[in-house]
C-alpha cells in the first residue's frame, strides 16, 4: 500500500488526549511514531487511567500503530540518546507544560541545533508567550475559559458544556493540520519550524462569527439549546421517542421541507394550523410546535421514524448511543468505522479509523497501542544503531529506568 | 515538485482551490484560504445562499451585510458561475483544469451527473484533490440521507452524551458538527496535497460529517466497545469524573481534581473557610471519590463553598498551585480575554472594526493570515474569466446575460 507520510519519523513526547490523538493521525498514513515514554512517571503512559477498561480503550485508539520506548530524560544517558532520536527525526511533538522541554535543552532552539530542519510541534493549554503562559488545563478548563461551556445547554437550565473533551479533540486535529502544513513547506522551502499551538486559540477559532457579532453589534449572547442562534429553523430539535431515553433529532427550515415532514407523518389536524405554514411563523411559535412534534414522535420507534423522514428528504436522526454506533447501524458497519487490530498479545482491539477516506493513500493501521517500553530493541539498535557493549553503559547509566 | 511560484510565504501559497462547498464544507475552505492557498468562492449567479444567515452588521446592506459570511470566507476570492448550465459546465471544466483543490458539499452523484465529478475533472487533470463532505460519506446505505449539524450531532453519538440526565441530548453551540466535518476534511487533504508534492498524483477524499463527530467523541466508542456500557448524560460532571464545574458568586467554575494534591488544597481551603464540613475525615482521601455514593454529600459542600467565592478568587488559587482550574467565560466576555489579545489571536480589521478570531496555531515561518476580507458576490469575475481564464470582455458579457455567470 502507498502510504503518504512513509519515511516521516515522529518523535512523540505527548501524553493524555490531544497530543497522542494528534500523531495517530500522522501514523494511519505511514509516519513512524516512536512514542517516548517514562517509568519516572506511570501516569503518563500516553492514555488517561490505562488500568481502567476504558482507560485501555483510549490508549489503543488514540496510539495505535505507534512504537513506545522507554526513556528516564532525568539521567544524561536518557537525555543524550533523546537527542540522538530527534537528529534522526522530521517531526519533535510535545504537549508538556512550558518548563519541561527547555530543562532537557530541548526546547525550539535546542533541537534545531541537533536537526536545523526539524518540526517541533508544542502544544499548551494557552500558548508559550503571553501572560497565561504557564497557566495549566484539562479539556474542560479550556472549554471553560474559551465560553463553550456557558454556550452549551438550554436556555433555562444551568450550562451543561460539551460532555467530553471536545477542546482536547479539537487541539489533536489543529496539532495534526499543523505538522502537516509544516511538513508541505518544508517540502517546498527545505526549511523547518516551531508550532506554537495554544489549544484555546484552536478553540477559540471555532467560535466563529461569535467575535465578529459582538464587536459589530455589541449584542448579549445566550445559550440556546437545540435551537440555532441564526439562521434556524423549526421544529429544530431532539425529540424523545418510544422506548427508554430514544430520541430522534429533526431539522426543518424550508416551507418547502415543512411540507414534505408534514406529509410523511401524515398531515395530522394541527400540522394545518396557519401559525406553522411559513417558516418566520413557525420559528416564533416553536415552543409550541415542538409540543406537537413530540406528540408524534413519542408514538414511534427512532429508526423507523429517521427511515421515514429521510424517505421525504426531511434531515433527520437518530441521537445514537455508543452501543448504537458500534452494534445497530448498518450504515458505519459498511463502512468500517470501527476496526480490529491485534495487541501486542494478539488480542483484537477496537479502534477508529480515520474519518476521511483517500482514494490513493487511504492509510493502515495493523496494530493496536504499543505495550509500554516495547520497541525499545527496534528503536535503539536499529534506528540508532546502539550495540550490545553501548546498550549495557547506557542501562547502568538509567537510562531507560 | 508542485510548480507553485516563487511565493512561499505561507504554507499552501500558490495552492489554488476551488470552493463549491455550503455549510459542511465552508469553514475547510476559510482554513485552506488562512492558510495561503488561491481560494476561489464559486457562488451561483445572485450570490451563494449563506449570505442570508445572520448575524448581520447593522452598517452594511444585503448581499454584503452577514457576518457569517464574512468569517466564513476570509481571504477568499468570488465569481458566479451557473455550473446547472451546459455553458456554466465547461467554464468550471477549465476552471478545475488549472487547479490543485476541489472542495464540494453536494449530495452524493451529484456533480457527476453534470458531467462535473471526479471521473470527469481528473482526466484533464490527475493531480487535482477532491474532497467531497457529506452528511454521511459517498458509500453505504445512508449515502444520499439528508443532513444538518444537529442530525451530524445526533448520528455521531456526541449529542446522546452532552446535556442533562433528565433533559433532552444536547447540541454544543454554533455549527460544531459542520465545523468538525470541515476540520476533517482538511487534514485530509492536506495529507493528499503532500502525497501530490510528491508524486504529482491527486485523489478523492470521501468525508462523512458522521464519520467525522463520531471520531471527535473521546469516550463514546471506547466506553462501550471496552466496557459494553453506554457513556450517558452527565451534565457538567465530566464522565461523572473528577472533573466538575461549579456554582460560585459571580458564574460558575471549573475545577478539576485531577491529582491527589488537587483535592486535598479543594478541602484544606474549604476547612480553612470553616466550611469543609467532614470532608477532612480519612475516608474521603480518595480523590475519585466524586464518582461513589458519597457524591451528592462532597457535591453539596463543595458547592456551598464555591458560592461564597469569585471565579478569579478560585481560579487564582488553583493556578497559583498548578491545578487546572478556571473560571466559565460568558459568551459577552469573550472578547475579554487578555491572553488572546496579547497573542495577536483576535484581529481588529477595517473602518468596522471588526473582530476576527485569528490562527489556530501559530507556526514560526508564517501560516495564519488575514489578507482579505470576504469577497463581494463575484467581484473577482472579470479577474478570474479575463485575465487568467483568457476570456474578451465581450465573451464575459453575454455570459452574464445569459445567466451563466
Known amino acids: 500500500m502507498t502510504l503518504a507520510l512513509k519515511g516521516i519519523r515522529v518523535l512523540d513526547f505527548t501524553w493524555i488526549h490531544a497530543g497522542p490523538s494528534a500523531t495517530r493521525i500522522l501514523s494511519d498514513q505511514g509516519a513512524q511514531v516512536i512514542k517516548v515514554e517514562s517509568n519516572q512517571a506511570l501516569s503518563v503512559v500516553g492514555g488517561p487511567a490505562s488500568n481502567t477498561a476504558r482507560g485501555l480503550g483510549q490508549r489503543h485508539n488514540w496510539n495505535a500503530g505507534k512504537s513506545s520506548i522507554s526513556l528516564n530524560m532525568k539521567t544524561d544517558a536518557g537525555k543524550e540518546l533523546a537527542r540522538r532520536l530527534v537528529a534522526v527525526s522530521d517531526v519533535v511533538a510535545e504537549n508538556f507544560s512550558g518548563r519541561v522541554m527547555p530543562g532537557w535543552g530541548m526546547d525550539y532552539e535546542g533541537v534545531r541545533t541537533i536537526r536545523p530542519d526539524i518540526i517541533m510541534l508544542s502544544m499548551s493549554g494557552f500558548g508559550r508567550t503571553g501572560p497565561w503562559k504557564d497557566r495549566v488545563s484539562y479539556g474542560q478548563t479550556l472549554q471553560a475559559w474559551s465560553g463553550f461551556t456557558d454556550l452549551t445547554g438550554f436556555p433555562d437550565t444551568k450550562p451543561s458544556g460539551p460532555a467530553s473533551a471536545y477542546s482536547d479533540a479539537v487541539g489533536g486535529m489543529a496539532g495534526a493540520q499543523a505538522v502537516l502544513l509544516a511538513l508541505i513547506q518544508r517540502a517546498r522551502t527545505g526549511r523547518g519550524q516551531w508550532i506554537d499551538l495554544s489549544q484555546m486559540e484552536a478553540m477559540s477559532a471555532l467560535l466563529g462569527p461569535l467575535a465578529l457579532e459582538l464587536s459589530a453589534n455589541g449584542h448579549s449572547v445566550q445559550r440556546t439549546g437545540n435551537r440555532l442562534h441564526h439562521g434556524g429553523g423549526a421544529p429544530h430539535g431532539a425529540y424523545r421517542c418510544k422506548g427508554d431515553d430514544r430520541w430522534l433529532a429533526i431539522t426543518v427550515f424550508t416551507d418547502h421541507e415543512w411540507a414534505d415532514f408534514v406529509g410523511a407523518i401524515g398531515s395530522p389536524d394541527w400540522a394545518s394550523d396557519q401559525r406553522f405554514a411559513r417558516a418566520e411563523s413557525r420559528l416564533g411559535h416553536a415552543d409550541d410546535l415542538d409540543r406537537l412534534v413530540e406528540s408524534w414522535t413519542v408514538e414511534q420507534n427512532a429508526e423507523e421514524a429517521m427511515h421515514l423522514l429521510q424517505a421525504a428528504g426531511v434531515a433527520a436522526g437518530v441521537v445514537q448511543t455508543g452501543q448504537d454506533l458500534a452494534e445497530n447501524d448498518p450504515h458505519l458497519r459498511e463502512r468500517g468505522l470501527f476496526q480490529q487490530v491485534p495487541d501486542a498479545a494478539g488480542t483484537l482491539r477496537t479502534i477508529e479509523r480515520a474519518p476521511y477516506k483517500l482514494s490513493l493513500t487511504p492509510g493502515e493501521v495493523t496494530r493496536g497501542a504499543p505495550e509500554f517500553g516495547a520497541d525499545q530493541d527496534f528503536v535503539l539498535r536499529e534506528i540508532l544503531g546502539v550495540d550490545d557493549e553501548e546498550l549495557a553503559e547506557m542501562a547502568i547509566a538509567g537510562a531507560f529506568d | ?405
Open chain 2, 1 to 405: 515538485m508542485l510548480e507553485t511560484g516563487e511565493d512561499n510565504s505561507q504554507p499552501l501559497s500558490g495552492i489554488r482551490v476551488l470552493d463549491l462547498s455550503g455549510d459542511l464544507g465552508v469553514y475547510c475552505g476559510k482554513l485552506l484560504a488562512d492558510m495561503g492557498a488561491d481560494v476561489i468562492k464559486v457562488e451561483p449567479p445572485g450570490g451563494d445562499a449563506m449570505r442570508g444567515t445572520g448575524p448581520f452588521i447593522e452598517s452594511a446592506t444585503p448581499p454584503e451585510n452577514s457576518l457569517h459570511w464574512r468569517h466564513y470566507n476570509t481571504n477568499k476570492r468570488s465569481i458566479t458561475l451557473d455550473i446547472t448550465s451546459h455553458d456554466g459546465g465547461v467554464l468550471l471544466q477549465g476552471l478545475a483544469a488549472t487547479a490543485d483543490i476541489l472542495v464540494e458539499s453536494f449530495q452524493p452523484g451529484y456533480l457527476s451527473s453534470l458531467g462535473l465529478g471526479y471521473e470527469h475533472l481528473s482526466e484533464a487533470n490527475s493531480g487535482l484533490v477532491y474532497a467531497s463532505l457529506t452528511p454521511f460519506g459517498q458509500t453505504g446505505p445512508y449515502r444520499d440521507y439528508r443532513g444538518s449539524d444537529l442530525a451530524g450531532f445526533a448520528m455521531g453519538g456526541y449529542m446522546y452524551v452532552t446535556g442533562w440526565p433528565d433533559a433532552p441530548p444536547n447540541k454544543l453551540w454554533g455549527l460544531q458538527a459542520y465545523q468538525t466535518t470541515s476540520n476533517r476534511a482538511f487534514i485530509g487533504i492536506l495529507i493528499a496535497l503532500y502525497h501530490r508534492l510528491a508524486t504529482g498524483q491527486g485523489q478523492q477524499v470521501d468525508v462523512s460529517m458522521q464519520e467525522a463527530v463520531a471520531t471527535t467523541t473521546e469516550h463514546v466508542n471506547t466506553a462501550y466497545n471496552y466496557t459494553g456500557e453506554n457513556a450517558v448524560r452527565c451534565g457538567f460532571r465530566h464522565g461523572g469524573q473528577f472533573v466538575a464545574t461549579w456554582q460560585c458568586k459571580d458564574g460558575y467554575v471549573s475545577i478539576t481534581t485531577n491529582t491527589a494534591k488537587a483535592w486535598d488544597d479543594l478541602r484544606a481551603w474549604m476547612d480553612r473557610d470553616g466550611m469543609a464540613g467532614d470532608l477532612m475525615d480519612e475516608k474521603y482521601n480518595d480523590r475519585f471519590i466524586l464518582r461513589g455514593e458519597h457524591g451528592s454529600h462532597i457535591e453539596e459542600l463543595v458547592e456551598a463553598w464555591t458560592l461564597t467565592h469569585t471565579r478569579q478568587e478560585i481560579t487564582d488559587w488553583g493556578q497559583a498551585n498548578h491545578h487546572p482550574w478556571g473560571p466559565v467565560t460568558t459568551a459577552s466576555e469573550l472578547l475579554d480575554n487578555e491572553q488572546l489579545w496579547e497573542r495577536g489571536f483576535y484581529q481588529e480589521v477595517g473602518g468596522e472594526k471588526l473582530v476576527y478570531p485569528g490562527a489556530p496555531y501559530k507556526l514560526s515561518e508564517s501560516g495564519w493570515q488575514l489578507v482579505s476580507q470576504a469577497p463581494q458576490v463575484g467581484q473577482h469575475n472579470s479577474q478570474v474569466y479575463c485575465e487568467e481564464l483568457g476570456l474578451s470582455a465581450d465573451e464575459l458579457q453575454d455570459l452574464i446575460k445569459s445567466g451563466v455567470v
